[in-house]
């Protein structure tokens, strides 16, 4: 038997079910409105608040009144047996604003955000494996920009701050990819990404390592001066320390390329390159069984 709760997705264009049944969401504002309530997970919001985040400076006089259209038409359509006198019980009113009550699991944002806590957490435990898999499973729940559709000012400001959270996100993957080992494997999607992100250092660091660390010294040099151009045509800054710091070390073929891992990565997804020493070798060289092929030598010896 299907689950009848209700289930809702942001990260992409804006949908809910009912069990298996896609709910018909209403018109554009009403979607809007749905979409800032649920992108405050479970945290009321004032009436102006909302007017603001729905509307911005081009709140039209009647705002309150569409406001409490558009929550009405929403209540119908997420509690659509509750009797007429009943309280609204999942999008209900409060002393500090409007709350829309979403349970754990029925939001993929707050999926997303579970998966990549765990992730962080074998990460921070050594289980690089288990830290990458809880990545890409996070990424996975992705289906186009937050929201992808509906426009706000609140809407807008979320949908840029998710993006940006999704790409580091994307680059703490591939620097797990990169520790366990695939590098070749990593080097398209590099290049792919820069293409939609030319200006972060981070992934032509990451696209540097992988080039050297499959071999492709020069390719690697050639990214660095890719980037140089780029930021210095666009920004007209060479680039950070530590994308110069990369550099040097490829130029010089320091062995400490070898090991390196990006590690302690904060919340907000920022890193740098530091080197990580690899597993020293702790065993002693296996006794020799004696010479081979040199009679005449041992004989002179003897």
């Known amino acids: 038997m299907s689950d009848p709760g209700l289930r809702f997705q942001v990260l992409g264009p804006l949908q809910a079910w009912r069990g298996d049944a896609t709910l018909k969401l209403g018109p554009v504002q009403q979607r809007v409105v749905l979409a800032v309530l649920l992108l405050q997970q479970n945290r009321p919001i004032g009436r102006q608040q909302m007017i603001n985040a729905v509307w911005g400076e081009a709140e039209p006089r009647c705002a309150a009144n569409l406001l409490h259209r558009h929550v009405s038409g929403l209540r119908r359509v997420l509690e659509p047996d509750r009797p007429a006198r009943a309280a609204p019980g999942q999008l209900a009113w409060t002393d500090t604003g409007y709350l829309l009550s979403v349970p754990a699991g ?77 590098h070749a494997d990593l080097i398209p999607e590099l290049r792919h990404l820069i293409t939609e992100h030319p200006l972060r250092e981070r992934l032509y660091g990451l696209l540097m390592l992988a080039l050297y660390r499959s071999g492709r010294q020069a390719d690697a040099l050639a990214a660095f001066q890719d980037a140089r151009v780029l930021l210095r045509d666009e920004l007209g800054v060479d680039p950070a320390a530590p994308l110069q710091r990369l550099h040097q070390q490829i130029l010089t073929g320091d062995p400490e390329l070898a090991a390196v891992a990006y590690r302690d990565i904060p919340a907000d997804g920022d890193s740098t390159l530091v080197p990580a020493q690899l597993p020293v070798p702790a065993q002693l060289p296996h006794s020799m069984p004696g010479f081979s092929g040199r009679r005449a030598q041992l004989d002179q010896l003897n």
């Open 106 to 182: 029925r939001l993929d944002l707050e999926i997303f955000d579970r998966e990549v806590d765990r992730a962080r957490k074998a990460r921070t435990e050594g289980d690089l494996s288990v830290a990458a898999d809880g990545l890409r499973s996070a990424l996975a729940l992705w289906r186009g920009p937050a929201c992808e559709g509906l426009a706000g000012p609140f809407l807008d400001a979320q949908r840029d701050r998710l993006g940006e959270r999704l790409i580091g996100i994307v680059e703490e993957r591939i620097e797990l990819d990169l520790a366990i080992g695939d």
